[in-house]
């Protein structure tokens, strides 16, 4: 069986398309040798061998081993050199790569080859001591860290002490002999920490490198890494050992990366950064503060001229946007690196709108390059353009949108306070991949140091979060829990706004207000419609929310809430009123005092939906959440009806009920008091009377809550088309209508055939819905299902994405059965899940006719049931 699949000399054994095998890194490279872009030599180790070696007890599966060294002595011809030979030592990085990119995460290990006596050949070879013995330090340090455990700060303390004791601020100033000097103090530590001397033999240093790549999938942060971005645990990582080209051999040598567009803006133009004389990680670990890639054209202007060629070749190649590393060595150019380039959500819809008109990519291309996450991030907050504000600093604008939040400087402190529901900024003087979780839970993140490709700004932008990077004014002090800037002090708590579209820095909370949606936005989810077949409607209950959803795409109300409307102004005194009325005249009395107002709340609604359906829920909530709790609420209530306080109160507490939710409440209701929900057919049907009268196109859907059995619904249906048909008699009005339920309850869903024959349409609750499957209140489940998730017994909240195999099988057998007994019955969603982008595409997928979400919400449904499509 084959393991290791060597590139190098403008073939490859492997291509772009394995990255299941050879993970994301060595698909790459295989791509790119066989593509002809020059890439130093190597070879792969697949993923297979991972996942065998940690079913098989940390064992290399059978003839691993012996087909690696077979690749070693083809790499050695390739590039003339020898492994842990003196003369000419070949040198080889050993990269992790897993399938899916995960940046940072895992280990990498460079110069891996060299030893007390390589390293003076690698010296002599090269006739520049300085480069061998600055490798060689970087050897140490790196491979201590990642295959001895010796922790990297008692590296870089060693580094300190020495450049200060040598009066000099960075690591370049330091001569061949600090290094060498530095080498030794090195060794002494490694022996120190692991009681042995450093590891001198080549071929064991590849073993323990290998297995330090293997294990890497298993550390703390590569876990939350993939359980933030839901990547299976057993995938496994690729490792590639690749022959080493060198950025540190002076100034006519250096490091880059860099993305052929934009990431930020999605602007069509090369960008990056690049350190001279520097290697790996010294560009994204923030080492030094590297240089704007354009600045490489002035200082190398023909290495420049082959790095854009190689970006548009790879462009053209694999029509995406990509981000790369490169290193160059004495004035030669080598890939070390492609990959697709994460990027915000403005700069997804901008690169696919721009490769679409640039002949790149088709419309459905372009439609799936914009994920519905994506578009979610585009949603988030702006600072208010009209707040006057005085920026404290600016750094980078790495990642754009606006945040507020209390200032923490750690992240487990992050993590604390974003427990208690404390929105926070993390502020770091840079991150590193342990700062993930902090970083997730925050609603922003501020660096002091870092250039706009450090791994704060990517992983940012990966989360669709805002960040300020690299804003030097920034003096944090971790320890004292304090940060300066200028004369200002903050400390941990003090609330701090940043800007990550403009890079600004303000003291306190300023005003957030939502973005507007670019025209390159609005295309793509014009494009979106044209392969969507899900219909996408609004959960709206105002006027406003109404028409903000239809400024979205809106194509109607799904789900109008008319218990809201019972909560305005003076209203809920006439509510009350009605509620704790001893009889039902009295009740009537109160009734007609809150009809004007719902009949103004649906002319209002029936207006900005001219032309849609808008489906209107009757009353649902138990009657007990509008009971009176002030003595001073019981009190008006009094006044208003004549009953005494004391009356009132004893009435009140009759009302009282254990467990509300699955009370008196929804089509319950209808049945005990069938005047209240006359009262609102009425104020429902004379709306729309009066405006079809105007002209209008009124198309109202009556929706009745929470019924289990048929029986229910024929009596309420009765009620409803009676007192209907009798308006649109008296109006003198053609008026079609439809009468529907909600399905939420298991027994409705499993009674569908029955419930059928009284529904026009079923519109399934999946909030009540995935309750009342579950038996777990969506009130109390804080407590425990968090816990659930992380324990994987859950995949994911199911009040967040739709629990399939449970509630989603009953939403399946409810559309099916009603449509056994009326085969055109209109079925939607109107639960939270209609506008998550996995349940979008169940309901898809089970062929319901619309999705029905929140108004800011329907871009992400829209573009979600296109996906579901394509
Ligand atoms: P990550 O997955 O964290 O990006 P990489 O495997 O890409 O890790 O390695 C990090 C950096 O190390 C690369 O960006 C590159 O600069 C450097 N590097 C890796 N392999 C080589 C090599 N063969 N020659 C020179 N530099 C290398
Ligand atoms: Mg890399
Ligand atoms: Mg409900």
């Known amino acids: 069986h084959k393991y290791v699949f060597f590139f190098g000399d403008g073939k490859a054994e492997g291509d772009g398309s394995d990255k299941g095998l050879l993970g994301g890194k060595g698909a790459g490279l295989a791509e790119m ?34 087909q690696l060294l077979e690749a070693l002595k083809k790499l050695e011809v390739a590039t003339g050199k020898g492994f842990g030979r003196v003369e000419n030592p070949l040198l080889v990085s050993v990269r992790s790569g897993a399938r899916a990119s995960m940046p940072g995460m895992m280990d990498t290990v460079l110069n891996l080859g060299l030893n007390d006596e390589t390293v003076l050949g690698l010296a002599k070879k090269s006739g520049n001591e300085r480069f061998a013995w600055d490798s060689y330090r970087r050897f140490i340090s790196m491979f201590g860290d990642v295959v001895l455990d010796v922790a990297h700060h008692h590296f870089e303390a060693i580094l300190r002490s020495m450049k200060s004791e040598r009066n000099v601020q960075v690591d370049t100033d330091l001569t061949t002999a600090d290094l060498k000097e530095l080498v030794g103090r090195y060794e002494d530590l490694v022996k120190k920490e692991t009681g042995a001397p450093f590891p001198q033999e080549p071929l064991e240093q590849l073993k323990y490198s290998i297995n330090a790549v293997f294990g890497s999938w298993n550390n703390p942060r590569a876990k939350t890494y993939r359980r933030i971005n839901k990547i299976p645990d057993d995938w496994g990582t690729a490792v590639n050992i690749q022959a080493m080209v060198f950025g540190n051999m002076g100034d006519t040598s250096g490091t880059g990366v860099a993305f052929t567009r934009n ?11 690049y350190l001279i004389n520097a290697q790996g990680e010294d560009v994204v670990a923030g080492i030094r503060t590297p240089e704007p890639i354009a600045s490489l054209k002035d200082k190398m202007p023909e290495v420049y001229g082959q790095l854009e060629e190689v970006y548009l070749r790879l462009e053209a190649h694999y029509k995406d946007m990509q981000d790369i590393e490169f290193t160059v060595e004495q004035n030669v150019l080598y890939m070390l690196q492609t990959r697709t380039g994460k990027r915000t959500a403005r700069s997804a819809i901008k690169i696919a709108h721009d490769m679409f008109n640039e002949g790149l990519i088709d419309k459905k291309t372009a439609v799936l390059r914009v994920t519905p996450e994506q578009v979610d991030q585009l949603l988030h907050p702006m600072i208010d353009p009209n707040v006057q504000y005085t920026a404290l600093a600016k750094g980078l604008p790495a990642s754009p949108g606006a945040a507020v939040g209390k200032i923490v400087f ?9 427990g208690r529901g404390e929105k926070v900024i993390l502020v770091r003087v840079e991150t590193s991949p342990d700062d993930i979780g902090g970083m997730n839970v925050a609603q922003g993140i501020l660096t002091a140091t870092g250039g706009m490709t450090s791994h704060a700004a990517v992983v940012a932008r990966g989360m669709g979060k805002c960040c300020v990077a690299g804003c ?21 708590g003090d609330f701090i706004t940043i800007n990550g579209t403009t890079g600004e820095v303000i003291n306190g909370q300023v005003d957030l207000v939502e973005p507007e949606l670019s025209s390159e936005f609005a295309d793509i989810l014009d494009w979106s419609d044209e392969y969507r077949r899900l219909g996408v409607r609004t959960n709206a209950d105002t006027p406003h929310d109404s028409t903000v959803a239809r400024e979205f795409g809106a194509e109607g109300i799904g789900l109008c809430r008319t218990e809201h409307m019972f909560f305005e102004g003076d209203r809920i005194d006439a509510v009350r009123e009605m509620i704790l009325a001893e009889s039902p005249d009295a009740r009537r009395r109160a009734l007609a005092k809150i009809k004007p107002y719902q009949k103004e709340d649906f002319l209002g609604l029936f207006r900005a939906m001219d032309g849609l359906p808008v489906t209107i829920r009757l009353l649902d909530p138990p009657l007990h959440e509008f009971l009176p709790h002030t003595e001073q609420d019981i009190q008006k209530v009094a006044n ?26 929804g089509c319950r209701l209808g049945i005990s008091h069938p005047e209240v929900y006359e009262m609102q057919v009425e104020a429902i049907m004379e709306a729309a009377c009066e405006l079809k009268k105007e002209g209008l196109d009124v198309k109202p859907e009556i929706m009745i809550p929470l019924v289990g059995h048929v029986k229910e619904l024929a009596e309420l249906r009765e009620m409803t088309v009676s007192v209907s048909d009798e308006i649109i008699a008296r109006y003198g009005v053609e008026m079609q209508y439809l009468v529907g339920t909600m399905i939420e309850l298991p027994r409705a869903a499993i009674t569908a055939d029955e419930i059928a024959r009284e529904a026009d349409f079923f519109s399934f609750g999946t909030n009540d819905l995935t309750q009342t499957t579950l038996g777990i209140s969506r009130d109390d489940s804080g407590k425990f299902l968090p816990l659930y998730v992380e324990k994987k017994i859950f995949p994911e909240d199911p009040f967040v994405s739709i629990d399939e195999a449970g509630v989603g099988v009953l939403v399946q057998m409810g559309v099916d059965k009603g449509r056994q007994t009326r085969p055109d019955i209109k079925t939607g969603i109107c639960g939270e899940h209609g506008g998550d982008p996995a349940s979008v595409f169940f309901c898809h997928r089970i062929g319901l006719d619309y999705v029905s979400c929140s108004p800011y919400r329907i871009p992400i449904a829209r573009l979600a049931a296109a996906h579901a499509a394509l």
């Open 33 to 66: 040798t066989n593509l002809g872009i020059p890439v130093p030599p190597g070879f792969t180790i697949s993923t297979e061998a991972c996942i065998s070696y940690y079913t098989n007890n940390s064992q290399y599966p059978a003839g691993m081993w012996d």
């Open 263 to 273: 990431p930020s803006t999605g602007e069509k133009a090369f960008f990056g950064e």
């Open 410 to 418: 750690q992240s487990e402190h992050a993590e604390d306070w974003a």
């Open 472 to 492: 030097g004014a920034l003096q944090i002090d971790a320890a004292k829990k304090e940060l300066r800037i200028g004369d200002t002090v903050l400390r941990e």
């Open 640 to 665: 208003a009806t004549g009953l005494s306080a004391a009356q009132l109160k004893r009435k009140a507490e009759e009302l009282h009920e254990f467990n509300p939710m699955l009370g008196h409440r």
